[in-house]
């Protein structure tokens, strides 16, 4: 036997809740209903063991969802039922934690439970976007069309995230070669230098005196300098996630140069359109696809902006006018494109050429940003070396021309 937590409504319409023990969800649901509940939410209590305290840490790829939905929509377009395509799945998932959601998901839409209603008692896997989608797919009766549209949707986000990801991985690499040997000259070349300096005896040049000190400050006190750069991060990432935070950090973002913030604002564009274009198409109310766009965008400044549309939107305004206001997170190329969509009633299809412009766009962008840093970190790593080296033998010149 095991034990259920339900939620259920009487023929009055009042709400209720409790817990039953029963042998599985149908069999508990089927009581319920016999005592006059109509079960509106039902899940299994479940004691939890150390690998589901374990199972928290597990991480989902995008790109395992992506593959799992575009199977989903493939089984489902082909005959078979919804039920039987989510059994196919938990067997083939790898997984563990995509694996014990499609479990838990089956199981609910056993229970009698709506589709997009199981996926959202899942947060962590499934996104505001991905339930909203499929729900309004459900509703419309085009749930494979739907699942489509979700997996192009999540290969778009991948892709976008792929491109970034790798314009950063050459200029982390070398900015950590950069402090390693930075460190690595500090801790240990410049130690035996500075006995040798003592032994020339007289001052040393300022740039020698300062490396001497810094030397001497990783050495014997680089618990201030672990623990100043940890106090650091900390404040950091608590002023990063408060909400004031992370309407100035991304402000920020979108200003900084080297076209860096060119790139924060294109992916953020890129986003939003295809976002907004994609639930336009799947059916997802007006109101409710405004809303989720500017909680998925991944900017705060669109966020805010997007509240504003709603906000419009709600009392019989217009979509762009809000948006013209915010030029910081849309150029006047989007907001004269999606006013020509709003009066002709095209709104998706300019949605989707926005989105596949700035997609090239980022690309294009990270490439040349690419083609600056490679030779500015260059530049630096040289300089960092280049300026220990001279630190190191100025003294040495100074007492070569004395002896002259």
């Known amino acids: 036997m095991s034990t259920f937590a339900f939620k259920a409504l009487d023929f009055a319409g009042t709400p209720t809740r409790g817990e039953v023990e029963g042998e599985n969800k149908q069999a508990v649901a089927s009581a319920l209903r016999a005592k006059g509940l109509i079960v509106t939410d039902m899940e299994e209590l479940i004691p939890q063991s150390a690998s589901d305290l374990l199972s928290g840490f597990k ?9 799992a939905t575009r199977q989903l929509s493939t089984m489902i377009s082909s005959g078979m039922s919804l039920l039987r395509s989510l059994y196919v799945l938990e067997e083939q998932t790898e997984n563990d934690k995509l694996k014990e959601t499609f479990v838990a998901v089956r199981k609910d839409v056993e229970a009698g439970m709506g589709f997009s209603v199981s996926l959202a008692k899942h947060p962590d896997v499934f996104n505001d976007l991905y339930v909203a989608m499929v ?6 009766g085009i749930l494979e069309s739907t699942l489509i549209r979700v997996s192009n949707q999540l290969e778009s986000d991948d892709n ?6 790798a314009a950063m991985v050459y200029p982390v690499m070398i900015g950590s070669f950069a402090m390693i040997v930075l460190f690595a000259l500090v801790a240990f070349l410049v130690p035996v230098f500075e006995g040798v300096f003592s032994d020339f005896g007289g001052e040393l040049p300022a740039i020698t005196q300062l490396t001497v000190a810094m ?7 680089f618990y201030l300098l672990f623990g100043g750069i940890a106090l650091a991060i900390y404040i950091f990432r608590r002023w990063k996630n408060s909400e004031r935070g992370q309407v100035q950090w991304d402000t920020l973002k979108l200003k900084t140069p080297l ?22 198409a799947a059916g997802v109310p007006m109101l409710e ?21 709603r906000e419009s939107v709600r009392t019989g305004g217009s979509i762009t006018a809000p948006m013209r206001e915010a030029p910081a997170a849309f150029p006047v190329m ?23 412009f700035y997609e090239d766009q980022v690309a294009a962008a990270i490439k040349a940003l690419t083609s600056i840093l490679e030779p500015l970190m260059i530049i630096v790593v040289g300089a960092i070396v280049g300026f220990i080296v001279i630190a190191m033998y100025l003294p040495m010149f100074k007492v070569y021309d004395q002896i002259q």
Not at 259 to 280: C, E, N, P, Y
Not at 303 to 309: C, K, N, T
Not at 339 to 354: D, F, H, N, R
């Open 59 to 67: 991480k989902v790829k995008a790109a395992e969802i992506t593959i």
């Open 135 to 140: 729900a309004a797919g459900e509703t419309g």
């Open 160 to 165: 976008l995230r792929r491109q970034v990801r």
């Open 215 to 221: 030397s001497d400050f990783v050495r014997t006190k």
């Open 259 to 280: 076209k860096i913030g060119d790139i924060v604002q294109k992916v953020a564009l890129a986003r939003f359109s295809r976002t907004f274009s994609g639930l336009i």
């Open 289 to 309: 696809a405004i809303e989720i766009t500017g909680r998925t965008s991944g900017n705060k400044v669109v966020e805010h902006a997007m509240d504003a549309v």
């Open 334 to 356: 989007v907001t004269q494109m999606m006013g020509v969509g709003e009066e002709t009633g095209a709104m998706e299809t300019m949605l989707s050429k926005i989105a596949d």
